[in-house]
């Protein structure tokens, strides 16, 4: 029976190593009653049953506080503690501190850790006395001394090692990684997480789902916020079904505070109190606390905080203080500042504003960038200038972006930064400095184009995954020639772009980027150009608009900025039906008119009010984010004008005085394009020396090859923008993709491309207010010049145009005065020329 109940006792052991809580607890619970186990009638002390007895009460102890049982975990151990003999005390101990960490009390914790440690170090199970570093690391990372923790984990790593156990070697990898990641070494983490998916799938599948939670920490802190919610859920789901409340709860939590940064309140309200309730059953305080503080913090942020508010926020601060807590302690100080500004209590509020700290973890980024918030709030309170201090958060958060070698990273940390960013536009807005708002309004845009590419693309592992990247697609296409299902070539297609993305986002940043513009100089090159640049922003609903490049800087107000967005949308959805070419007379007859409309209603709200600034001038648009795709030459009073559009007024002047390639000129075509043929044999006898690439010879890698250093490239190819994985927007040829991702390899790229037959000039604007797409990657790389489609566009009406647009070109005039020239008479084309 002793032989039985030992190999369930193993058994229960290995399952619970594994995450398989509620499985675990099964084959414990029948250790037990294989071994008769009666709390009134308790074996001798010393015996064989005595102590496995014990050994399955205290991981049992440990198994019913994930379940959300601590109190029933602390009877377990209470059971087992009368008749433990004194080689099993160090477990005992152990599974104590262990419980009361997992409860939230780590302060308390710490002492039991430290008196288990020479009785396990002396007696054993080896295990559990790696185990202990790793735990205790824990502790101190919860109490805010990653140092130590680090050390401490390192240590248990280095133990497994000796000890030949590669599953707790990989659990300790998996916390060392998140104490790198506190520590700011973000990249390293990433790498150390994707070495210990390895170790996970080889050795213990199951527990794979445990970094569900570890990159959605990641993504959480460089605002990637909908696809960290995705992993949340996943681990939230894992937990679920394994038995482990305990730690589902936790994820609860942190699903919530991704909603609440990314201003979902009533999602972020819901998910934090289903939190809060599972974490106060299970005797969690301090995280039901900060549970009910994101509660709060919601409230307060829409506006909706009560009359006791301030008094609240500094109760629930207070007690986790009281009990050591350092986990969001800062930004609930911050919390609690603000609402005291807000109530008009300034002493107070100042007197919880304690001196940031400056280090470039993202815990502390944030704690910094709130304070600086609450600071600038602080000094608006006292008639102060708040400029200042929103200009010092963002600038913490320029230095923090160069970390990352990730364009999809650098792009989602200007989430982080909206809210200083808001506030200083709209303050400088009110002013009566044009130049100030030019100043801001470049803060909060285009931030990704000022950092040189890492170039991972170019990288031998990634040209290898890129590689069979393009053979799946190729499968895809054939199956559906076929006519038979691409189910799992698409799911292959997702496991290499994920693979790619991965790789990537464990890429160390240039830590450096260009020099910022300023608004005078910006203007002179205007000037010096004969040229408007007209940047459009968003203050409190309204679009206005900073105007460089006639005799002053000026600001004029323009149109509703919801308004513009909607007859912005609705322009999208009419050009692509008219591009379908399929239309019939009275429908395409209905579609013109509502064109005609909705360009009407763009030029009266934006066009009209800054006309007689512009004069006879060429044009620039920087537009608001949310009139991205707007095809500005469609507008009647804008047609036959030389008009550009580009990310931001800085990343123009940066395009606009770059020293552009001069290499031969590249012309290549795709499949199934009814004109491609004759189209590029046509642009190619424009530039004599030409590399021309018929369609059935066409082939990425040599594309590729040939843009670097071309000074006119033409690719007339079908596309595919991906919203939700922009980095994969590709062009189509023969012999598979040109992906996005690959444009940031290039040495020297292209200084001006035309993309004639797909819509790749449409872009994703991230929560942070970037573009990445296919034209943005180009600009990114360092093209200076894009001409593409905002919709889709017949093949013969681009033949026709791009023919006509090169030969305006080869003759010397610009890109936007060709493009202007040639679209004078296509009303509904929608080409736009990107860049400068």
Known sequence: MLSRAWRMFSRGQRLDRRGRTAEASEALEAALELLDWDPENPPVTGTARARLIVRVLVVRAANLTSQGKPNEGFQSLAWAEPFADARD?????????????????????????????????????????????????????????????????????ELYTKMGSPVHRAKAMHQEALHWFDLGEVTRALQTFDEVRTQYREHSPELEGYLHGSYADALLSVGLYSQAVEHWSAEIEIMRSSGNRRDAAIAEFWRAVVAFEDNQFELA???????????????????????????????????????????????????????????????????????????????????????????????????????????????????????????????????YRVEFGSVEFQAGVSALGIKLASKGLGRAGRGNSPGDTLEWAERSRAQVLRIPPVKSSADSHVREVLGRLRQARQQIWAQRAAGEDPTGFQSRVRELEEE?????????????????????????????????????????????????????????????????????????????????????????????????????????????????????????????????????????????????????????????????????????????????????????????????????????????????????????????????????????????????????????????????????????????????GFTAALLHAGTSTVVSSLGRVPDDLAAEMMIDYHRRCAAGATPAEALAAVGENRPWHPFVCFGA
Not at 120 to 145: K, S, T
Not at 750 to 757: E, M, R, T
């Open 269 to 399: 309200g819901a998910w934090a109190k289903q939190a809060m309730d599972s974490l106060y059953q299970q005797g969690n305080e301090p995280m039901a606390f900060l549970a009910q503080l994101l509660i709060l913090q919601g409230q307060f942020d829409s506006n909706r905080e009560g009359s006791d508010f301030a008094d609240k926020v500094s109760r629930l601060c207070d007690a986790l203080e009281s009990r050591g807590w350092a986990l969001r302690l800062a930004q609930t100080r911050v919390l609690a500042a603000r609402a005291r500004i807000r109530s008009g209590d300034l002493e107070e509020a100042e007197a919880r504003l304690h001196l940031p700290p400056e280090s470039k973890v993202y815990e502390t980024l944030a704690e910094s960038l709130a304070w600086h918030l609450a600071k600038a709030e602080l000094a608006e309170a006292r008639g102060e200038d708040p400029l200042p201090y929103l200009r010092q958060g963002l600038d913490l958060l320029d230095t």
């Open 500 to 772: 790619i993305r991965t790789y990537d986002r464990g890429r160390p940043g240039p830590r450096r980027q260009e020099e910022r513009i300023t608004p005078e100089v910006i203007h002179g090159l205007a000037q010096e150009r004969e040229t408007v640049l007209v940047t459009m922003l968003g203050i409190a609903g309204r679009l206005c608009a900073v105007l460089a490049g006639g005799d002053e800087l000026r600001q004029v107000q323009l149109m509703d900025t919801e308004e513009a967005a909607e007859a912005g949308r609705r322009l999208g959805a009419d050009l692509d039906a008219l591009g379908s070419n399929r239309l019939p007379d009275m429908l395409r007859l209905s579609v013109e008119r509502s064109l005609k409309r909705n360009t009407d209603a763009l030029a009266a709200g934006i066009w009209d009010p800054i006309s007689d600034y512009v004069g006879d001038r060429q044009v620039v648009f920087v537009p608001h984010s949310q009139i991205a795709w707007v095809p500005w030459p469609l507008l009647p009073p804008l047609r036959g004008r030389p008009l550009t559009v580009a990310p931001s007024a800085e990343a123009w002047w940066r395009a606009a005085t770059r020293t552009r390639a001069s290499g031969p000129a590249l012309v290549a075509a795709g499949p199934a394009l009814n004109r491609a043929g004759a189209e590029i044999v046509e642009v190619a006898e424009l530039y004599p020396g030409s590399n021309l690439i018929p369609a059935e010879k066409s082939d990425p890698e040599v594309i590729l090859q040939s843009l670097d250093g071309a000074s006119v490239a033409h690719l007339a190819a079908h596309g595919n923008h991906e919203p939700e994985n922009v980095l994969f927007s590709r062009l189509n040829f023969a012999q598979g993709p040109l992906n996005a991702y690959e444009l940031l390899g290039l040495d020297q790229p292209p200084a001006h491309v035309v993309l004639s037959s797909c819509d790749l000039g449409r872009s994703t604007v991230t929560v942070g207010h970037e573009t990445l």
């Open 89 to 157: 005390r160090g477990m005992l101990l152990h599974q104590r501190a262990l419980i009361l960490w997992l409860s939230g009390r780590p302060r308390d914790s710490l002492q039991w850790f430290d008196a288990a440690e020479p009785y396990l170090e002396e007696h054993g199970p080896d295990w559990m006395y790696a185990g202990l570093f790793v735990n205790r690391g824990g502790v101190w990372r919860d109490l805010g001394e990653v140092e130590k923790g680090l050390q401490s984990t390192q240590n248990a790593v």
